[in-house]
């Protein structure tokens, strides 16, 4: 489904992505594992548009996206909850997550549908609502950027980091609403990066390190995940 084949990008003029291959089949939970600064997060923002692509190329569906402008990729299906989350605080739970429907001009009905079906995968978030985003915990924010990435990504969902900065408690909350959103969406992927493998062992099915820009497969490290509660 969605296919990177010798992807190289940069910014400002240093190269960031080194001829990066990857693979993303329908319905799969993929790692993409390595330190910071490795190229984990330009790797994300090239799918969606926002690096200077310079060697290969990016295809979903068998389409070449550079044909894509960034702004129309999240209409194929893509949601991407970038580390940062980039909530407006001033905005509800709730406004914030529908933003990127209402921008893509999505009917009520629709908005309303896929509302439902996030409640169903983050109960918490229900309850917050109407709450405003500036007073969201780390955790929280999490989620919320998790549940706007799932108002549009219909197919493809891009995590950048979803465990950072969580403690345990939160760290097992997210977890559980990860596996959640694999049982109830069994046919969206899930590209998600992390610095720690562990955390992904036993939920992930395939995984990339990668290193300097550079992607290779690679295997999960083999030590608990009772701390992230993927197992």
Not at 35 to 43: D, E, P, Q, V
Not at 97 to 112: G, N, Q, S, T
Not at 141 to 159: E, H, P
Request: no cysteine; aromatic share 4%.
């Amino acid at each position: 489904m969605l296919e990177i084949k010798g992807l190289s990008a940069e910014i400002e003029g240093v190269q960031v992505l080194r001829r990066a291959n990857l693979s993303l089949a329908e319905g799969a939970t993929v790692a993409l594992i390595g330190r910071n600064g490795a190229g984990k997060t330009s790797l994300l923002r090239a799918i969606m548009g926002f690096m200077k692509v310079t060697e290969g190329e990016i295809s979903f569906d068998g389409r070449p996206l550079d044909a894509v402008k960034a702004h129309l990729r999240p209409r194929l299906g893509i949601g991407y909850a970038p580390e940062d989350r980039r909530l407006f605080p001033a905005f509800t739970i709730e406004e914030n997550i529908r933003l990127p429907a209402e921008v893509m001009k999505l009917p009520a009905a629709e908005i309303a549908r896929r509302l439902d079906g996030i409640y169903d995968v983050l109960p918490e978030l229900a309850e917050l609502r109407h709450r405003p985003a500036a007073g969201l915990s780390g955790g929280q924010g999490k989620m919320a950027a998790l549940a706007r990435a799932l108002m549009v990504g219909s197919r493809v969902i891009l995590l950048d980091e979803p465990f950072q900065g969580l403690a345990p408690v939160l760290a097992n909350r997210y977890a559980a609403a990860l596996r959640t959103l694999r049982d109830s969406h069994p046919d969206i992927a899930l590209l998600i990066t992390e610095s720690n493998p562990s955390l992904l062992r036993n939920f992930a099915e395939k995984a990339y390190a990668i290193e300097r820009g550079e992607v290779s497969e690679a295997a999960l490290a083999a030590s608990s995940l009772a701390a992230a509660g993927l197992h």
